[in-house]
């Protein structure tokens, strides 16, 4: 497998203006991510609200100025690249927002919306039908709104759209958590679909850990910023090693929870704690996780990288 | 089959507010006259020149419905006519103002930075100063007639609109709608013309009409003062400034202009609340 989407060492800081009370700092929203999406996977990216995963998101689709490191997408090193010459690659790589109901401009129609990225690329506009038979719409809502249409109904407009261009890679940022429980399982579904119809790769962000174990073959956990753990979702979300992970799962509601607690809110991404960022909240954390710089993402087992200074080779059987 | 739907539920929403259809009805009237007038008018020579000194200063009668003035000139003959004139210019101001201030303000919230920084401490050195007042000093300095005080007019009026635009576009600027289509490639023009401004366009349009009342007071004001269009032109405030020295015995003369320019700023502010009503896209909802 070829890799499809690769960060090495991707960072994004945003500096702070100084004001008459504050000093100028910087927040590191992204600090030094390595990732690799292979052709016709699905990655999962997982961590709590603010740890920067749709921020990663937008860096790895150029969205938004890269501060460190380099993307490459299609084997292309894409981090410099002038709008201009991004956009004929912005046909293979295409985003699903969270929220539908604000992804959609409120005075287009459906066919307004979908036929655009046909438009602007010069695209044949006659598939417009088949592209909504294919997220199961039929053909009469093209002349509709979107504040005539449900949740899920706009969510499957916006993957229409998306398609519209023939993209290889879809970044799918949280696209089920603005939809109520049932509708999520449909598009769930319609997702899987699709990657399996149209050999699509997928960079999946959710909190919803069942979700992610469903949708992908590979998952991250992110961190304040870092990537603190990835493998194989099904190790990784069956048994974790990386303290964080554990605490994210044990936080998922179930009968006789247990198991390992994080203590507290994550720490301010402005000011991040000296040593392993996890420590202040870490059940497990010893005098080494207090003190110098944060523990490296190493591979600990085949395909599996944590980033803790407690989890050795030998843990792994 | 949509569009007419929107066209009944716009009727609907409309026909439901007394407000709006006094609006309505006000416009609609002094539109009809503006375009009309010169048709319609009982005296047409009385517009301009025709002194008719025998019949000066007559109460309102059957053949003066709203009396004469000095030089014998029946007054609704002028009054319609100057329909045509305050109209004119109060629209004109207001496109004029608005195809200046709506692209600055459109630019300023999109392109952000030393671009947004510069257009809008422009706008507030010409807001820090009451625009009537603005407006009288540029007239003073231009010459005074209709003309400058058109463009002394527009030269005041336009910040508002770059406020509006600015902070429309701004807000718009943070949808996920825009970053969709950055995702599928669009050009920031396009950007621009497809998505920023229609979605920016109602509040712009409540906004001009409500100007197109304010602009034909300030218009009137600045004739009331003699800066604005010269006496014999047919213009309200123009005439209401003569008549004043006629008042109170000649009542006349003043209340029937300043009647006008009463219910025009009164039809254009309703107006632009119905348009409020209707182009609100919460009210499209359910």
């Not at chain 1, 090495?8 to 590191?28: D, H, Q």
């Not at chain 1, 990655?43 to 790895?60: F, N, Y």
């Not at chain 1, 299609?74 to 991004?86: C, H, P």
């Not at chain 1, 010893?286 to 395909?303: H, I, S």
Request: positive net charge; contains cysteine; proline residues 7%.
């Amino acid at each position: 497998m070829t890799a499809l989407l690769q960060a090495t060492g991707l960072a994004k800081t945003y500096a702070t203006r100084r004001t008459a009370f504050r000093a100028a700092s910087s927040v590191a929203a992204v600090a030094g991510v390595d990732l690799l999406l292979p052709e016709g996977g699905a990655l999962g990216l997982v961590g709590e609200s603010g740890c920067g995963k749709s921020t990663l998101a937008r860096l790895l689709l150029r969205l938004v100025p890269v501060s460190d490191g380099r993307i490459s997408f299609e084997g292309r090193d894409i981090t410099d690249l002038a709008e201009s010459a991004l956009r004929p690659l912005r046909r293979r790589m295409q985003l699903i927002h969270q929220n539908p109901s604000a992804a959609l401009d409120p005075r287009l129609t459906v066919a307004a919306s979908v036929a655009e990225p046909l438009r602007i690329h010069g695209l044949d506009l006659s598939r417009l039908p088949e592209l909504l038979a294919e997220v199961g719409l039929p053909a009469e809502m093209l002349h509709r709104h979107p504040h005539e249409l449900s949740g899920g109904q706009k969510q499957r407009v916006c993957i229409a759209r998306a398609l519209a261009l023939e993209p290889r890679l879809l970044v799918l940022d949280e696209p089920t958590s603005a939809l109520d429980v049932s509708v999520q399982a449909q598009v769930l579904e319609l997702l899987a679909g699709l990657r399996a119809r149209r050999g699509l790769s997928y960079l999946f962000i959710s909190h919803n850990l069942a979700v992610v174990r469903q949708v992908c073959d590979r998952v991250a956990v992110m961190y304040l910023g870092r990537i603190v753990e990835e493998g194989a979702s099904a190790e990784v979300l069956g048994a974790p090693l990386h303290p964080y992970t554990r605490a994210l799962l044990a936080s998922v509601p179930r009968l006789g929870a247990g198991g390992v607690v994080a203590r507290g809110e994550p720490p301010n991404p402005a000011a991040p704690p000296p040593g392993c960022p996890f420590h202040p909240r870490c059940p497990m954390a010893e005098e080494r996780c207090r003190a110098g710089t944060a523990p490296l993402l190493r591979e600990v087992a085949r395909g599996r990288r944590v980033a803790c200074h407690l989890v050795g080779g030998h843990l792994v059987g | 089959m949509i569009l007419p739907r929107r066209l009944r539920l716009a009727i609907f929403l409309l026909t439901r507010s007394f407000a709006s259809m006094l609006g309505i009805v006000l416009v609609t009237v002094i539109l009809g006259l503006a375009l009309l007038g010169p048709v319609i008018v009982p005296y047409p020579d009385h517009v301009a020149g025709g002194i008719d000194l025998a019949n000066k200063l007559q109460s309102p009668s059957a053949a003066h419905w709203f009396g004469t003035d000095e030089v014998g000139h029946d007054i609704l003959t002028r009054v319609i006519i100057g329909a045509r004139l305050s109209l004119l210019v109060g629209i004109g101001i207001t496109l004029a103002a608005a195809a200046i201030g709506v692209p600055l303000g459109i630019l300023a919230g999109l392109v952000g930075g030393p671009v947004r920084e510069a257009i809008m401490r422009l706008t507030d050195l010409f807001l820090s100063v009451p625009g009537l007042v603005l407006a009288i000093a540029l007239v003073a300095a231009l010459g005074p007639g209709i003309v400058n005080a058109m463009i002394a007019l527009i030269l005041v009026w336009w910040p508002g609109y770059v406020r509006l635009a600015d902070s429309k576009a701004l807000s718009i600027r943070a949808e996920p709608y825009i970053e969709a289509a950055r995702v599928a490639g669009a050009p920031t023009f396009r950007i621009l013309w497809r998505h920023v401004l229609p979605n920016s366009l109602s509040p712009l349009i409540v906004k001009m009409s409500m100007d197109v009342g304010q602009a034909i007071l300030a218009v009137a004001s600045l004739g009331f003062l003699g800066l604005g269009a010269k006496p014999p032109t047919p213009e309200w405030g123009a005439m209401i400034s003569i008549a004043r020295g006629y008042l109170p015995e000649w009542w006349w003369y003043a209340v029937y202009p300043g009647a006008f320019i009463y219910a025009a700023v009164l039809g254009f502010n309703l107006l632009g609340d119905g348009l409020r009503d209707i182009l609100d896209p919460r009210s499209h909802r359910g």
